[in-house]
Every structure is written in structure tokens, then in C-alpha cells.
């Protein structure tokens, strides 16, 4: 085998036979040795693990990741690790690093009046435990903590929903229900019954216009934005003449000179022009 591939050209070689010995490969070419000339920053390829928000968060995870009794702190485990964590950060951010070095040496101070004897007060009660401030500290720091996650956990616009919204078309023009022909009727009947109360008994015969009325109608309305039901007829002049007026308020109606409207089931009846006179 050896002797074929040395009297075979080189570009007859098999991709096993080069993927062997190549180191790897740029481009879908073998790279058979690295380039001297190559250069990776020193913190390309740097991970960070963790991401704390300050040192209490810090120092809440170490202490909270180990089960510890945060009422009893182990200072001196915690704070080695602490100061490992810092070394860390020191060497690629030393603003960064100035925060948790002040939290480092609030540790180192309260561990050190730990090992001192305890001093009475002059009450005589015992002196208040060092760590019971960065106890506190750290309860208080939990709590909020919790309380962000738990709102950050609700529904938010935009993110977890959208509001909806709907085009609703409204008119300035005030809308009136229709008047059913029930109640125009019994407008009708009411205005016979107050003409039987004023009718004569004097025959006469009257030629009467329906046109004539319309007329008379439209003026009666002129200048004025509305009028009752009953206020556009003469009940003292009979029955004769207020049929010819109630037709004559129909074919105004039907050719949309008139409204008839009325605000409410069982209101009155208003009637008013449906243009305005030049």
C-alpha cells in the first residue's frame, strides 16, 4: 500500500489518508500544522459561569448553594471562597472588582471581632452578635430579590400578550328610535277624542287640500327645531280637516321632508324638519 501511494500523485491521495494526518481543516482543505502567525486574545475564550448583580448576591449564592444556616454563617469558609471569586474578577475588571473587595473586607472585619472576646455592655447583656447586620442585610436582600422574580413572572404587555383593539364608529348625530306604528296610532286615536269634545253639529262642506296642509304644516315647523305630535293640529276645526292634516304629515313623511321621532318607548311624539331651509 505504501508503494502505491508514493508512486501516485499527490492529489490522488484519499480523504481518509489526509484526514489522519491533517490537523484540521480551513475551508474544506487539509491544514496539515498550525500557523505560526496566529494570534487569540487572552480573553476570547473566557466563560463566565455565574452572574451576580453585586456582592450580596454573591455572597447569598455561596451561602444558599452550600445549605448554610444563614443565621450562623461560616465566615471562614465563605469568605475563601468569596475571595476566590473576586481573585477572579480583579484580574479582568479591577473597577468591577473594587465593589466586592469593600464586601471582602466587611467579611474579613466581622470574622476578626468574632475571634476577639465579647464585650458586655454596661447593662451587662451580651454584645450583639457581629454577623447579625449582614444578616439582616442579606433576609432583606432575599426578599426583594424573590419579589422581582415573582414580577417578572406575570404577563407583560408586549412580551407574554398584546392589547387588543378595536375601531368603534361613533356619530355626533344623536339617533332617535323609530316610532312604531302602534304608538302612531294611538296618538292618532287621542287626537280624535279630544275632536269629538269640540265638534259641532253644523253641516258644512269644505273643500279640502291635501297640499294645502303640507303647507300648512311646513310653516307651522318653520323656525323651530321641533314640535309635539298634537301641536300640529286644530282640533277645533273637525274631524274632516285633521284627517286631511294627518295625511298630509304622512306624505311629508314618505318624502322625507319630516321626521317623526320620539326619545323612548311610550314618550312623546316630536316631529321636526329633515333640512334646513336655505
Avoid: C
Avoid at 426583594?144 to 415573582?150: D, E, F, P, V
Avoid at 344623536?174 to 253644523?202: C, G, M, S
Avoid at 293640529?233 to 274631524?239: A, E, H, I, T
Amino acid at each position: 500500500m505504501d508503494t502505491a501511494l508514493s508512486q501516485s500523485p499527490p492529489d490522488a491521495i484519499s480523504p481518509s489518508v489526509v484526514d489522519n494526518v491533517a490537523v484540521a481543516r480551513l475551508y474544506g482543505e487539509p491544514l496539515f500544522a498550525m500557523p505560526t502567525d496566529l494570534y487569540i486574545p487572552p480573553d476570547a475564550l473566557e466563560v463566565f459561569l455565574e452572574a451576580f448583580e453585586g456582592p450580596l448576591d454573591l455572597l447569598l449564592y455561596l451561602i444558599r448553594k452550600q445549605n448554610f444556616n444563614i443565621l450562623d454563617i461560616p465566615l471562614a469558609s465563605v469568605t475563601v471562597q468569596y475571595l476566590a471569586y473576586v481573585e477572579q474578577i480583579r484580574k479582568t475588571n479591577l473597577e468591577l472588582a473594587s465593589e466586592y473587595l469593600l464586601m471582602a473586607a466587611m467579611l474579613i472585619e466581622i470574622k476578626s471581632r468574632m475571634l476577639l472576646p465579647p464585650k458586655k455592655s454596661a447593662e451587662g447583656e451580651e454584645a450583639e452578635d457581629p454577623r447579625a447586620e449582614l444578616v439582616r442585610r442579606l433576609l432583606e436582600y432575599e426578599q426583594m430579590k424573590l419579589a422581582a422574580a415573582r414580577l417578572d413572572n406575570l404577563p407583560v404587555i408586549g412580551r407574554d400578550f398584546l392589547r387588543a383593539q378595536v375601531a368603534v364608529e361613533q356619530s355626533l348625530v344623536t339617533r332617535f328610535p323609530d316610532v312604531e306604528p302602534d304608538e302612531l296610532r294611538a296618538a292618532w286615536l287621542d287626537i280624535l277624542k279630544r275632536a269629538k269634545l269640540n265638534q259641532h253639529h253644523t253641516i258644512t262642506r269644505e273643500q279640502l287640500s291635501v297640499r294645502e296642509h303640507m303647507s300648512i304644516v311646513l310653516k307651522r315647523l318653520q323656525g323651530r327645531r321641533f314640535a309635539t305630535f298634537e301641536d300640529l293640529f286644530d282640533v277645533s276645526r273637525g274631524p274632516q280637516v285633521l284627517v286631511v292634516t294627518f295625511i298630509a304629515m304622512l306624505e311629508l313623511s314618505r318624502e322625507h321632508l319630516l321626521e317623526v321621532t320620539q326619545a323612548e318607548a311610550f314618550a312623546p311624539i316630536y316631529v321636526r324638519l329633515a333640512y334646513q331651509p336655505a
